[in-house]
């Protein structure tokens, strides 16, 4: 939606990493050098660690944009809390190799051959392995011992392990990784963005969706984002899209403090909204966009049309209230032109205040509710690609 309103060619802070928006920080600066470092040995483990959205996953696709298919063979591989058989198995489907048996002699075999005709084809591979946090001793074992094929004295398979600041913590101490560490030859842990690097950030990122000073950003926005996303890549993203999609929703020219304020305060109830109710989502994921028997609709919608109602209903009552302060009011002023003393005037007028405070208070309630529903409907939306019909 916002992309629309502000004639973004595309949305600039989306969570998936696109490497049209790569951003080279000090860090991703230093970590591609070790990268290429890495490469160059064509052997071993390189191993590239980070906080959860430090931007791991859109440095390997900003790699993937340099290198030559023609000569590197990559396989992709995001692991799940693997035994060393399951990883050898998705190894090989990373591959896109087929296992007859699936048992996993048949699968090293397999691997093997297809490593040694890709060499003789003059191709080196590269297998690269993200959230290695999740996998057991046995796993990363078997991941060396992938390392061991070769074709005469040339390593048949290098590998890039990508992981958060646990995996680098057991890397280092485990005593039970020692052959392991001494395969690494490349080694960088990704650092949070600094305050000025945050601004940059968002600013790149804005200009390569086509931005034109439109929206503006207020005073002091950027500082106070750096505060609140502790300069953590997809962290800024979240909130970024959050306060555009606000902008767009109030035709906003201008991206303020008290905007941003709004938006975080806004994540975090949503936040703890999440976190009541993540029971429920953990053993039914699929409910929310399942049919709902009685209305025919989906749940999100149904979901939508309750909050939507209860807007009405407030809305009705604040209309009322309305009316009774209207009715108070010349009540009020009659009561002024039948003579009351000083003391019984004030009493009324403050009366008055006190309900005309009640009803502002209600409206303003009234809107963060509405805005935060349109907030919901439009993410919801823009989640599925096949929903834009609605």
């Not at 990268?35 to 483990?45: S, V």
């Not at 397999?110 to 999740?134: H, K, M």
């Amino acid at each position: 939606m916002y992309e629309q309103y502000y004639g973004f060619s595309a949305r600039p802070f989306q969570l998936t990493p696109d490497p049209h928006f790569y951003f080279e920080s000090a860090s991703h600066k230093k970590a591609m050098s070790y990268l290429g470092y890495g490469l160059g040995q064509a052997e071993g483990f390189i191993v590239i660690t980070g906080e959860v959205g430090a931007g791991k996953s859109t440095l390997v696709a900003h790699l993937m944009q340099r290198i030559d298919p023609a000569a590197l063979t990559v396989a992709h591989v995001v692991t799940s809390a693997l035994d060393g058989e399951e990883l050898v198995h998705v190894v090989a489907q990373a591959f896109g190799l087929e296992v007859e048996g699936h048992d996993k002699a048949g699968a090293l075999g397999t691997i093997e051959r297809f490593l040694q005709d890709e060499a003789r084809a003059g191709r080196r591979c590269l297998l690269v392995v993200d959230e290695c946090q999740n996998l057991d001793m046995e796993a990363l074992e078997e991941l060396r011992m992938l390392s061991n094929f070769q074709l005469g004295s040339h390593s048949l398979l290098q590998s890039l392990l990508l992981g958060q600041p646990e995996f680098r913590r057991m890397l280092a101490h485990h005593p039970g990784l020692e052959q392991l560490r001494q395969r690494i030859i490349a080694s960088h842990h990704l650092d949070a963005l600094d305050e000025e690097e945050v601004a940059e950030y968002v600013r790149h990122r804005l200009v390569q969706a086509g931005w034109s000073d439109r929206p503006a950003l207020g005073e002091e926005l950027l500082e106070a984002l750096y505060r609140h996303t502790d300069g953590i890549p997809r962290r800024v993203n979240q909130v970024m899209n959050r306060l555009l999609l606000l902008g767009a929703i109030e035709e906003r020219g201008e991206l303020t403090l008290a905007m941003l304020d709004d938006v975080v305060t806004e994540m975090a109830a949503d936040q703890t909204r999440g976190a009541r109710g993540a029971g429920d989502l953990r053993e039914a994921p699929s409910v929310p966009h399942e049919p709902d028997a009685t209305s025919g609709i989906s749940l999100p919608a149904a979901e939508v049309a309750a909050l939507l109602a209860s807007r009405d209903a407030r809305t009705a009552e604040l209309e009322a209230a309305i009316s009774e302060l209207q009715t108070a009011g010349i009540g009020h002023r009659h009561d002024v032109e039948q003579g009351l003393s000083a003391e019984e005037t004030r009493g009324a007028e403050a009366r008055f205040a006190a309900e005309l405070e009640r009803i502002e208070a209600r409206l303003e309630e009234q809107e963060q509710s509405f805005r935060h529903v349109l907030t919901m409907l439009i993410e919801w939306l823009e989640e599925d690609p096949s929903r834009e019909a609605a």
